[in-house]
């Protein structure tokens, strides 16, 4: 069975908040949650590649303590400098 857009969602929303460093969780979940349906298809996969790429190098990346890799310098990441947690 294919995986919808949806479902798709479901699970990077799930992912994005228990990546296993409480910062980034806190940072990705909610940008996943108010972001994620708002983005397309290829957007979605640029997000999950992220996700595969780490907390530790996600945080660096976000902070500004490491250069982005060229491969996960686009939209979605811009999106997640940008974003603003609610307290």
Known sequence: ???????M????VYRASYTGMKETDLLLGQ????HLPSLSLEELHQFEALL????PS???WVRGDEEVPAEFDNKVFNLIKD?????
Not at 1 to 7: P, S, Y
Not at 31 to 34: L, N, S, T
Not at 52 to 55: C, N
């Open 9 to 12: 969602m479901r699970r990077l």
């Open 83 to 87: 974003f603003k947690v609610e307290r």
């Open 58 to 60: 996600i945080f660096a």
């Open 52 to 55: 595969d790429a780490g907390d």
């Open 31 to 34: 940008f996943a949650k108010a």
């Open 1 to 7: 069975m294919a995986e919808t857009k949806e479902m």
